[in-house]
């Protein structure tokens, strides 16, 4: 595709609830990165994957929350359990090598309830 | 990696540049400047990067002063569609971005 594709753009789920959010990143990008973005805030670096191995999984707040890339392209962040203060915008981001200019998607729009 | 200081807030006038300074008095010798930008409801957008010196492309102009300490991001004659949050970034490239609470750019008409 031309950009990094995010989906859902929106997920409202209960609190307590797995949710699944993927990312498809550009054509042969092989670093890709996660982010959560609350309101007035910067985005908040989560995980980094260069390939399909995790780089640097440093930002993920505890482990309800988890990262895939199994085939060096489309990544599924997971959360298990939600809780209300999980709710933000979930931003995927690629890049062709680690030093060139990162893409962001739109973001998922993740709700807990 | 090295702290970032921008304005939290700035406004301009259509047509007029803008120029927003951040500060990275700690920055390393291998760290790269790096600028963004975000819209409401999209995720953010490579504006410049540059070393050193100065950087020009399209859209604006990076200015980095010898020592490295500071940089600062030139918008000429903006326009209402630059509203925007402007995030400065100084980190190795081999590093994942990270973000501050950047500069809302408020552009009045």
């Known amino acids: 595709g031309a950009g990094v594709s995010q989906t859902p753009s929106n997920k409202v789920t209960e609190k307590g609830k797995y949710v699944e959010l993927r990312c498809d990143p550009i054509?042969?990008?092989?670093?890709l990165y996660w982010y959560r973005q609350s309101l007035g805030q910067g985005p908040e670096f989560l995980i980094y994957f260069q390939g399909t191995g995790a780089a640097d999984d440093s930002g993920l707040p505890n482990d309800r929350f988890f990262a895939v890339r199994p085939e060096g392209s489309v990544s599924t962040l997971k959360i298990q359990r939600t809780e209300r203060g999980d709710s933000a915008v979930y931003l995927c981001?690629?890049?062709?090598?680690?030093?060139?200019?990162?893409?962001f998607g739109q973001g998922t729009r993740l709700t807990v309830v | 990696l090295a702290k970032t200081t921008q304005p939290i807030s700035m406004d301009s006038y259509e047509g007029q540049e803008v120029n927003i300074t951040c500060s990275h008095n700690n920055i390393a010798t291998n760290d790269y400047i790096t600028w963004y930008q975000q819209f409401p409801s999209q995720g953010p957008r490579f504006i410049i990067q540059g070393y050193k010196t100065k950087v020009t492309n399209e859209v604006a102009s990076l200015f980095i002063p010898a020592d490295r300490k500071s940089s600062t991001l030139s918008l000429p004659r903006v326009s209402l569609s630059d509203t925007a949050v402007y995030y400065c970034l100084v980190c190795p490239g081999n590093t994942p971005l990270v973000f501050g609470k950047g500069t809302r750019l408020s552009v009045i008409a």
């Open positions: 054509s042969g990008h092989t670093a």
């Open positions: 981001a690629s890049r062709a090598q680690e030093d060139t200019e990162a893409f």
